[in-house]
């Protein structure tokens, strides 16, 4: 059954119409540049160009392997200390780099085998690893992004992002020929994939298993959104040019 619209696109008046499409160009570009500004700055999370599954992990629930002291310790820096000098500064990180074990168990180390590199007067673009807050900084773990962040990001999109899907919408549910249920499922899709992204920024700072659910949802309503913005602009001014009937009853799926 075809849906009776309470206005429909193709017959508004010219004014209505320059609205419309004032709006809807601004927010096809819009999205054109979150989705440039996800690819900036998440997609380099891993070092790697393009947005991979990999760089939300990195993004939302860190790198919690290690911290980058572990990693140079096993990799390019293994062999600056003995095995258990390494094993000792590995553990410190670990157990989150305490200012009491500083003094007595790991900066003598750093002074007999690291500082000969890293300090101030010597290759100063290398760390000065010789003082405790930048040792704190290599030995901190990532754990991905800050709650406080996630709370204050996932406020703005909540409001922000349904502000744009709410006129959308509203534009959209003048469009004719749709079926009533298509039409309704399309209003309301952006709005459910729009909660699951945001969920799943949460899940995935739990659980790297959910980094997929971030790209399903950015995916799904931008999909939807796509498919209403393009469409309104077909029925506003393609269709009566091509002489389909702007009356809801009259208008045939041809
Ligand atoms: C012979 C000089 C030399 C010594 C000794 C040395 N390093 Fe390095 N270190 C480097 C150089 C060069 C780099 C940069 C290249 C790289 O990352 O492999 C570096 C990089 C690092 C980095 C990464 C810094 C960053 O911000 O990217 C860490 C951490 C580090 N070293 C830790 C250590 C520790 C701990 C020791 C002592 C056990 C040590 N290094 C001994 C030369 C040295």
């Known amino acids: 059954m ?9 017959s508004l008046s010219l004014s209505v119409k320059a609205l419309f499409t004032g709006y809807i160009l601004v927010t096809g570009l819009g999205l054109l540049m979150a989705g440039a500004q996800i690819m900036l700055t998440h997609g380099m999370a891993d070092g790697k160009l393009g947005l991979s ?3 939300i ?19 390019s820096m293994k062999g600056k200390a003995t095995p258990e000098e390494n094993l000792t500064m590995i553990k410190w990180a670990r157990e989150g780099a305490p200012k009491e074990q500083w003094e007595p168990k790991i900066k003598p180390i750093v002074m007999a085998k690291c500082a000969v590199c890293h300090t101030d007067r010597h290759m100063s673009s290398l760390p000065n690893l010789t003082n405790y807050t930048t040792m704190q900084e290599v030995a901190h773990i990532d754990e991905g992004a800050e709650i406080s962040s996630l709370t204050r990001v996932s406020h703005i999109h909540l409001f922000g992002i349904a502000f744009i899907f709410f006129f959308i919408g509203l534009i959209f549910s003048m469009a004719v020929g749709f079926k009533k ?11 459910a994939f729009l909660i699951l992204d945001i969920a799943s920024w949460w899940l995935t700072k739990i659980n790297p298993g959910f980094a997929y659910l971030v ?7 931008s999909l939807a959104a796509t498919v209403m913005l393009f469409t309104s602009l077909y029925q506003m001014w393609i269709m009566p040019l091509r002489g389909q009937f702007s009356d809801e009853n009259t208008w045939k799926n041809s």
């Open 2 to 10: 075809k849906e009776s619209s309470w206005l429909n696109l193709p």
């Open 53 to 55: 599954v990999d760089d």
């Open 57 to 75: 992990v990195y993004s939302y629930y860190g790198n919690r392997e290690g911290s980058k002291l572990e990693s140079k310790l096993n990799g």
């Open 181 to 191: 249920w298509v039409k309704a499922l399309l209003i309301i899709v952006p709005f």
């Open 215 to 221: 790209i399903i949802g950015g995916f799904g309503y």
